[in-house]
C-alpha cells in the first residue's frame, strides 16, 4: 500500500513538473488549425481573422511596448506589413501582457506606440489573456505564420522573425518571409520552427 | 585578467617608494574586476554549461531589463553566498544588448553589488543556441539550467527562494 503510494505521489509530481516546466509542448504545433478571435484593436474596432476575407492567410505577432526585443523588431514588422499585406498575408499584432502587472502595455500605451512607429497593421489587445495560451506564446515577440485553407487558418511557421535581434542589418536568415515567400509560390517552407529570445508574456 | 595582473605590476612598481598596504592592493584588484565584464559568443559560454568537477552550477539567464529575472537576482546571489561551502556557483548570463553593457549592465551590477559571477552573452543567432542549452527551452527569460557532472535539469521559470533550494538540494549528495 505504501509503495503505491509512493508511485502515486512520484506520478503527481513528475506529471506537475512536466506541466510547469516550460510552454513547450502546449499550445500548436505547425500543421494544426489555429483559433480565430474576436479582440479589440487600438482604433477601438474589434478584429477576427474572419473579417479579412480576401487574405491567404496571416503573419499573427504577439508583441508588445515594453519588451526590448519587441521593441527591436518594431520597424521589422512594419516592413513585413508592407510587404506581405498586399499580397495577402497582413501583420496581426496581438499584445498578450496582462496590463496591470505591464502598465505601459495598456490600450493608451499601445496606440501611443503605434502611432509613434507608423503601425500600419491592427494591434490588439488579448483582453483576459485568453488567447496567447491556445496558440503557446510563450514569450514576445513570437510568431504564427498562418495559411488559411477549406478547414481553416493551419500554422505553418511558428518562432522568429529573423536571426538577429540586435541589428536588422546584420540578419542572414529572414524565417518569416522565407516561409511567407515559400506559401506565396507553393514551395515546402524549410524552417517551420526556430527560437529566439523574448520577455516571458506577463500573467 | 591580464589586463588586472598588468595594472597590479604598475601600482606596484610606480608605489615602490609609497607601499600601499596589502589590504588597498587586494581592494583595487576587486575594483578592477568589477569594472570587467566577460562576453562571450556561444562557444566561448558552453564551458561554463559542462564540468566534469565535483561542483553544481547553477546558471541563469536573465537581463537588467527584465523584470522578472531581476526580481529573482536576489534569490540567486543568497543561493551563491549560502552554498558556496556546499561547492554550488551560481553563474549570471546576462542576455542585455552590447550598447548596454556600460550604461545600464556594469551600473547594475555595481549598485546591487552582484558577487555571482556575471558572463555577458552576445551572440544574436539565437536559434542555433537556444536549444543546444535546452530543447526544452522557447527562449522566454527567466529560464535557469542546474548541473553537475551527473546531472542537469532546464528551468523555464521563475523561483522564489525556497524554489530555488528545493531544486539545488536534488543536486547535492
Known amino acids: 500500500m505504501k509503495t503505491l503510494k509512493t508511485f502515486f505521489a512520484c506520478l503527481a509530481v513528475v506529471m506537475l513538473s512536466s506541466f510547469n516546466s516550460t510552454g513547450v509542448g502546449n499550445g500548436y504545433e505547425v500543421g494544426d488549425i489555429a483559433t480565430d478571435f474576436n479582440l479589440k484593436n487600438i482604433d477601438g474596432k474589434m478584429v477576427s481573422l474572419a473579417n479579412y476575407k480576401d487574405a491567404k492567410g496571416f503573419i499573427v505577432i504577439f508583441t508588445c511596448n515594453t519588451c526590448p526585443y519587441a521593441v527591436a523588431y518594431e520597424d521589422r514588422i512594419v516592413e513585413l506589413d508592407k510587404k506581405y499585406a498586399s499580397k495577402g498575408y497582413p501583420v496581426i499584432a496581438i499584445m498578450p501582457n496582462n496590463t496591470d502587472v505591464k502598465p505601459g502595455d495598456n490600450m493608451e500605451a499601445m496606440k501611443k506606440r503605434a502611432k509613434e512607429k507608423g503601425f500600419t ?81 506577463k500573467v | 585578467m591580464r589586463i588586472a595582473t598588468a595594472i597590479l605590476i604598475f601600482v606596484l612598481v610606480s608605489c615602490k617608494n609609497d607601499v600601499k598596504s596589502k589590504d588597498d592592493l587586494v581592494k583595487l584588484k576587486t575594483e578592477v574586476q568589477q569594472n570587467e565584464l566577460e562576453i562571450y559568443d556561444y562557444e566561448g559560454l558552453k564551458p561554463y554549461l559542462n564540468t566534469s568537477s565535483e561542483k553544481t552550477y547553477v546558471v541563469n539567464f536573465w537581463a ?64 542555433s543556441w537556444i536549444p543546444q542549452i535546452s530543447e526544452e527551452w522557447s527562449g ?22 525556497d524554489e530555488l533550494e528545493t531544486e539545488v538540494k536534488q543536486f547535492l549528495n
Open chain 2, 64 to 127: 537588467t531589463w527584465c523584470a522578472p529575472c531581476v526580481k529573482e537576482l536576489p534569490y540567486f546571489e543568497q543561493l551563491n553566498t549560502d552554498y558556496s561551502d556546499k561547492n554550488v556557483e551560481v553563474i549570471l548570463v546576462s542576455l542585455d544588448f552590447p550598447k548596454k553593457y556600460e550604461t545600464t549592465l556594469k551600473p547594475y551590477i555595481k549598485d546591487k553589488k552582484i558577487k555571482s559571477k556575471v558572463i555577458a552573452l552576445n551572440d544574436t543567432d539565437s536559434n
Open chain 2, 140 to 161: 522566454a527569460i527567466p529560464a535557469t539550467l542546474i548541473y553537475n557532472k551527473d546531472k542537469r535539469q532546464f528551468y523555464e521559470r521563475t523561483f522564489t527562494y
Open chain 1, 121 to 201: 497593421f491592427p494591434y490588439l489587445m488579448d483582453e483576459g489573456q485568453k488567447i496567447y495560451p491556445q496558440y503557446g506564446a510563450t514569450k514576445t515577440p513570437h510568431v504564427y505564420l498562418l495559411q488559411k485553407t477549406k478547414k481553416g487558418n493551419v500554422v505553418k511557421y511558428i518562432g522568429a522573425i529573423d536571426d538577429n535581434y540586435q541589428d536588422a542589418d546584420a540578419v542572414k536568415t529572414k524565417y518569416v518571409e522565407n516561409a511567407v515567400d515559400a506559401l506565396l509560390s507553393g514551395k515546402e517552407i524549410k524552417e517551420t520552427e526556430t527560437r529566439a529570445i523574448g520577455c516571458t508574456i
